[in-house]
C-alpha cells in the first residue's frame, strides 16, 4: 500500500497537479507557520499569522447558538404564505452582485464599530432565497436592457434591446415598432387588473431599468428624439423613449413616477427646472402634455415640493430631481434631491389608496455607475440607501398582502481577494498579504478599469498612504479600460410575502415576472387565482 502510495504522489507531482494545490494552498502557511521563501511559497507566508480572533468566537458555544438560532429561524416557518399578492413591490439592484452585497454587508457593520463580515442586509434575511441568471440572447455578459426586458416582460432578449423580442435586429427602428414584436410588462398586467403602477429610480426616467416597464425599442440609448440618429429616423417613423412613457400605453397610466432625467422631455430651446436646457429637437414639451392628459396629477423637481405634497390631493406624481441621472447619495445636496428611501414613502402611501393594490418597480440605479468607475466607496452607500428603502417598505406594508422581492440585473467583476484578517478594512489596504514582489494590495480590486497604478517599469506602487476612504478614489484594476464592464455571474433573489417560496434555486431572470405575476393573479399567464 505505502508502494502505491508512493507512486501515487510520485504521478501527481511530475503531472504538477500536486505542486499546484501546493502553491495555492501550502499548508504551512494556512496554518500560519513559516515556510521557505522561494517563489512558489512566498506568496503563502504568513496567512495565518497576526490576525486576531474576537474573544467570544473562540468558545465554540457560541457558533452553537449562532447555529441554533438560525437553525429555528428556519423550522418556524412552519408553512408558507399562501396568500394572494395584493401589492408587489420589485426592488432592483442595478449592477449589485453577490460580492457588491457582501462589501456592503461588511462596510455596514464596520460603520458600526463591528468587524464587519457577521453583519447583514435586511433583505439578506429575507426567508427565500435563490439565483437569477443573467445572460441575454445573444451575449453571455448583459447589459440592463436585455435584462429589463428579462425581469420586467417575462422574455429574454437581445442586448441593449428593450420590451421587443429577439427577432428585432439591433438599431433597427422599423422592427422595434412592429407591434408583432412587441412585448407586455408587469405594469400591463397590473395595470389591466386595476392595480395602481409605478416606478422609482436614482438614474433617469427613460434609462434602460425602468424602461422595461413602457418602452419598445432597438436601442436603449434612443432616450429622446435626439438620440436617433439621422439614419435610423430615415426608416420610417421612430418614436423615442420619453415619447412612449408620455403617450403610449401603460407608461402614460402610470401613477407615480420618480427619478432624473428632465432634459429628455423638454426642447432645447427651453430651460429645465435645474438650470439646463432641454435636450429635444422637435420642439414637443411632454412635461406639458403630461399635465394636460392629467390635470389632477403633480409635477415635483426637488425635495421640498416632494415632501410638501399632500398625496390625498393629488391623483398622480411625477417627480423629476436632475436634468440627467440624480447624482450619488454621498454627493447629492440632499435640499434638494430626495432620497431612495424618502422617494419610496411618498410612493407606497400614495398607491396604498387603491383597493385593488398596486405594483411598485425601485430602482437603486446608481450601484452601477459607481462600479463601472471602480468606486466602490460610492457603490457600497448605494447599496445601503437601497436597503434603507427596503426598510421603509417592509415598515409600510404587511407580509400577508405585499409581496417584496429583491434582484439585481448583472453582476460586477469586483473581488474580495487574498486572505485579509477579520475586521480589515473592506475599502482599505489587504494589510496581511502582499503580491510577488511583496507589494500590498486593496481588499476590493477590479477585473477591468481606468486605474492600474503602476510604476514606469509596469510593476504596482505601493498605496499606502495614497488610498483614500472616500468618494474620490478609484480602486485599482488589472486590465486597463476608460471604463470598468459588466459580469456574467448569477445575481441573489431575495422575497418575502405570498407565495415568496417561489422565489428559491437557480432560476431564468425572465422567470421572475411570471413568478409575481402568478402570486397576484395578474396577467395572461397561470396565476393562483387560475390554479386549481
Not at 263 to 291: C, I, V, Y
Not at 517 to 532: K, N
Amino acid at each position: 500500500m505505502r508502494i502505491l502510495l508512493l507512486l501515487y504522489f510520485c504521478i501527481e507531482i511530475v503531472a504538477g497537479r500536486f505542486s499546484k494545490d501546493i502553491q495555492y494552498h501550502h499548508p504551512n502557511r494556512l496554518a500560519g507557520h513559516e515556510t521557505p521563501r522561494t517563489t512558489t511559497t512566498r506568496f503563502f507566508e504568513d496567512v495565518g499569522n497576526g490576525k486576531p480572533t474576537p474573544e467570544h468566537e473562540k468558545d465554540p458555544e457560541y457558533w452553537y447558538s449562532l447555529a441554533k438560532w438560525e437553525m429555528n429561524k428556519l423550522l418556524e416557518e412552519s408553512s408558507y404564505n399562501y396568500n394572494k399578492a395584493k401589492n408587489v413591490i420589485f426592488f432592483l439592484g442595478d449592477g449589485m452582485a453577490l460580492n457588491t452585497l457582501t462589501a456592503a454587508r461588511i462596510r455596514k457593520g464596520q460603520l458600526k464599530g463591528k468587524t464587519g463580515e457577521e453583519e447583514s442586509l435586511s433583505f439578506q434575511r429575507f426567508p427565500h432565497t435563490g439565483l437569477s441568471k443573467t445572460y441575454c440572447t445573444n451575449a453571455q455578459v448583459p447589459d440592463s436592457a436585455c435584462t429589463a426586458t428579462a425581469y420586467l416582460c417575462g422574455v429574454k432578449t437581445q442586448i441593449t434591446s428593450i420590451g421587443v423580442t429577439a427577432n428585432v435586429a439591433a438599431d433597427n427602428c422599423t422592427m422595434s415598432m412592429d407591434p408583432a414584436n412587441h412585448l407586455e410588462s408587469i405594469a400591463d398586467w397590473a395595470q389591466r387588473a386595476g392595480k395602481s403602477t409605478g416606478f422609482i429610480t436614482t438614474t433617469s426616467l427613460t434609462h434602460a431599468s425602468p424602461s422595461g416597464l413602457y418602452a419598445k425599442t432597438a436601442s436603449r440609448f434612443w432616450e429622446c428624439d435626439a438620440d436617433i440618429p439621422q439614419e435610423v429616423q430615415r426608416q420610417g417613423p421612430c418614436m423615442d423613449m420619453a415619447e412612449q412613457l408620455i403617450t403610449q400605453v401603460p407608461g402614460r397610466n402610470f401613477d407615480i413616477m420618480m427619478g432624473g432625467g428632465m432634459g429628455k422631455f423638454l426642447p432645447r430651446t427651453m430651460a429645465d427646472a435645474h438650470g439646463h436646457p432641454g435636450e429635444r429637437l422637435d420642439g414637443k414639451n411632454l412635461l406639458q402634455l403630461w399635465k394636460n392628459i392629467h390635470p389632477g396629477g403633480a409635477l415635483v423637481t426637488n425635495r421640498e415640493e416632494l415632501l410638501d405634497l399632500n398625496i390625498t390631493q393629488v391623483t398622480k406624481i411625477m417627480g423629476i430631481f436632475a436634468s440627467r441621472l440624480m447624482n450619488y447619495h454621498v454627493e447629492a445636496n440632499l435640499t434638494l434631491e430626495p432620497t431612495l428611501a424618502e422617494m419610496t414613502e411618498t410612493a407606497l402611501k400614495s398607491l396604498s389608496f387603491n383597493d385593488k393594490g398596486y405594483f411598485l418597480f425601485v430602482e437603486g440605479g446608481l450601484i452601477d455607475y459607481a462600479n463601472h468607475y471602480n468606486k466602490p466607496f460610492i457603490a457600497l452607500d448605494e447599496t445601503l440607501e437601497l436597503e434603507k428603502a427596503i426598510d421603509v417598505a417592509l415598515d409600510l406594508t404587511t407580509p400577508e398582502e405585499t409581496l417584496i422581492v429583491v434582484s439585481s440585473d448583472h453582476s460586477h467583476p469586483m473581488t474580495i481577494a487574498g486572505y485579509p484578517g477579520r475586521g480589515t478594512d473592506i475599502l482599505g489596504l489587504n494589510q496581511h498579504d502582499v503580491d510577488s514582489n511583496g507589494v500590498k494590495y486593496t481588499t476590493l480590486t477590479y477585473a477591468v478599469g481606468p486605474e492600474q497604478y503602476l510604476d514606469e517599469n509596469g510593476q504596482r506602487i505601493d498605496l499606502e498612504g495614497i488610498i483614500k476612504e472616500d468618494a474620490s478614489f478609484t480602486h485599482p484594476s488589472q486590465i486597463p479600460s476608460s471604463i470598468g464592464t459588466h459580469a456574467g455571474d448569477d445575481v441573489g433573489i431575495f422575497a418575502t410575502g405570498p407565495h415568496s417560496h417561489l422565489f428559491r434555486g437557480v432560476m431564468e431572470q425572465h422567470t421572475i415576472p411570471h413568478l409575481m405575476a402568478y402570486a397576484a393573479c395578474i396577467g395572461d399567464g397561470p396565476t393562483l387565482c387560475s390554479d386549481h
